[in-house]
């Protein structure tokens, strides 16, 4: 059985002073200044007793003689003096640091545990990205660690379907971050594992969006338009239009037919919001609105209307001029945008709300978004409204920013669709309090969804990017050039009629090529490789959930013991996940 590693300690050890580097090399500096007086000495006597060729004999015999006693009284005392001050296991640690600095200075990718962990070991605020496991260590001895990097940049994850994102990363980050979470999560796995330990343990108030009932546990609901005031609020408007844009963020080559169809389903939820009732307060009214028979009545309707200083009204007569045709088309595009509302499931799980999502912010709220994997295409739209209704949340300037950050988990992102909203801000999001862990599959999905110049838009803001199994060549490709180049001997021997030579030169070859970083950070390795800026990438081992002990659930816990909870260290049994 291993060790709860919530235990364990992060404090470092430290050489004393008289047992650090310079000690030791000025004990063996005093040694060589020491043994050439005491062999001159030697050297006068035995010249004015003996004859010269025994002189030279002696003076060999006793240098030998002195270098080995030299030797063995300095070990004898360095021994002696690390065994009284129980220094034994420092001097060791010590002399190991340094070969694996040794080792480290000519290799382009940091392998050693011994060197990882003095980077990533886990700080006493605990609030970093879980990156890995550490076992014990012997020189200096130090306990079972987590390995965690702590910044406030977002998080990339490009792994192969099934795996182990969920075992290795995603799990362990949900069962330590002590912040608010928002997860996707298809077919509910996370939640399974996650949500008991998230409510008993770090006292979190659990969320659980699951309309299907594919876990089996009772839904929540929530109602996108009750988390607007639109009496009072300043960006009723705006917040109409960010809706549209996560209903409907297909891109197309004249942008008309994009932004067309988004205004109409923004001015219709902007004109349910002022005019309906609480109970008709919902995306499904402003389905049935766009479904009706003739526009006309409702084109009739919204001219009525002086909410938001007549723009309602404006865009109602607009209507009443344009080509029949070109509204028909708009208004058939903003019906197949909202067409899931069709579903009596989801239009149900909208229509009220059992929570807020400027809860988040308060730092103590776990959101599960759970759907049968097979309908994550059909009912994306309502993911992505999720997400960007929440990251709008966060940008609520009128609540404090929260000492932890907000995990954004953003499990199959690229099958989300284009997040316009969370592309654009990926680069402020931080300073919101919101931390971005996305995972995608392979590169050709982020290309697909982003274009080629715009993918690494979310690489090139993320504080760490974590790549494992990637058995596609595009994703291979992309990690071998990431891991970059190194410098190698190229030896040469030629011979001839006037003899042979040898000579070598320094030439460039990539770290690893493509076919062996599939092998390399394979599912079957267990080895993933982690890129932090201004850093050598690093080649670290997985560390899974279930074979570490992380969700650790004491008896009797209550939400005031929390801290006290992660201390115990009782087995649960493993779950399966991705």
């Known amino acids: 059985m291993r060790i709860d590693p919530s235990t364990l300690s992060s404090r470092k050890v430290k050489l004393p002073s008289a047992t650090s580097a310079p000690a030791y090399w000025l004990m063996m500096i005093s040694v060589g200044i020491t043994i050439p007086i005491i062999l ?24 030998f003689i002195l270098i080995a006693i030299s030797l063995f009284l300095t070990g004898l005392g360095i021994a002696i003096y690390l065994t009284t001050s129980r220094q034994w296991h420092a001097f060791v640690g010590w002399w190991l640091d340094r070969l694996a600095r040794l080792k480290d200075r000519f290799s382009s990718v940091r392998s050693s545990t011994r060197l990882i962990r003095k980077e990533l070991a886990d700080t006493e605020t605990g609030s970093g990205f879980f990156i890995s496991m550490a076992e014990p260590q012997r020189f200096p001895k130090r306990p079972i ?44 796995e996370n939640y399974k594992v996650t949500a008991k330990y998230r409510r008993e343990v770090l006292g979190q108030k659990v969320v659980l969006l699951d309309p299907f009932g594919v876990t089996g546990d009772k839904t929540d609901y929530w ?17 109409c239009h960010m809706f549209a844009e996560s209903l409907h963020a297909d891109q197309t080559a004249d942008p008309y037919w994009m932004h067309a169809p988004r205004k109409l389903i923004a001015m219709l939820i902007a004109f349910v919001g002022t005019r309906a009732i609480r109970e008709q307060m919902n995306l499904k009214q402003v389905r049935d609105l766009l479904m009706s028979g003739d526009p006309s009545v409702l084109w009739t309707a919204m001219s009525r209307s002086d909410a938001f200083g007549g723009l309602i009204r404006r865009f109602a007569e607009s209507n009443e001029y344009r080509h029949q045709e070109e509204l028909a088309s708009t208004m058939e595009i903003a019906r197949t945008a909202m067409k899931w509302l069709d579903s009596g499931v989801m239009a149900e799980s909208t229509a009220e709300s059992t929570f807020s999502m400027k809860e988040l912010k308060n730092g103590n709220v776990s959101v599960y978004i759970v759907l049968p994997a097979a309908l994550g295409e059909a009912y994306k739209s309502w993911t992505r409204l999720l997400f960007n209704a929440a990251f709008d949340a966060m940008q609520d300037l009128s609540v404090p920013k929260p000492e932890h950050s907000t995990l954004f988990v953003l499990d199959e992102f690229p099958l989300l669709g284009r997040m316009e909203r969370i592309k654009r801000a990926a680069g402020e999001a931080a300073k919101f309090g919101v931390k971005l862990f996305i995972c995608a599959q392979d590169i050709g999905q982020l290309k697909e969804q982003y274009g080629y110049e715009a993918w690494e838009t979310f690489i090139a803001n993320s504080g760490t990017l974590i790549m494992f199994s990637n058995n596609d060549l595009d994703t291979q490709q992309y990690l071998s050039a990431r891991l970059g180049k190194e410098y190698y001997k190229a030896y040469s021997h030629s011979s001839g009629s006037g003899g042979s030579s040898s000579s070598y030169s320094m030439q460039l070859r990539e770290v690893a090529r493509p076919d062996q970083v599939e092998k390399i950070a394979s599912r079957q390795s ?19 959930y279930d074979q570490w002990n992380m969700l650790v659930i004491p008896e009797g816990i209550s939400v005031s013991t929390a801290e006290k909870a992660a201390k115990s260290n009782i087995n649960v049994a493993p779950v399966a996940a991705e």
Do not use: Q
Not at 57 to 62: C, D, E, L, Q, V
Not at 158 to 168: C, D, E, L, T
Not at 527 to 536: E, I, L, Q, R, S
């Open 145 to 188: 660690e987590r390995l965690t990097f702590e910044d406030d940049r977002h998080v990339t994850m490009i792994a192969a379907s099934r795996a182990g994102k969920g075992r290795s990363f995603i799990i362990p980050n949900l069962a330590r971050w002590k912040g608010s979470t928002i997860c996707y999560d298809p077919a509910g």
């Open 526 to 544: 267990g080895d993933a490789y982690v890129f932090m800026p201004g850093a050598k990438p690093l080649l670290i081992k997985r560390a899974n």
């Open 40 to 63: 001159s000495l030697i050297a006068i006597f035995m010249a004015l007793t003996y004859e010269f060729w025994m002189w030279v004999f002696g003076a060999f015999a006793g240098l």
């Open 223 to 239: 109602n996108p338009m009750l988390e607007v005031d639109f009496e009072t609020d300043p960006l009723a408007v705006d917040k």
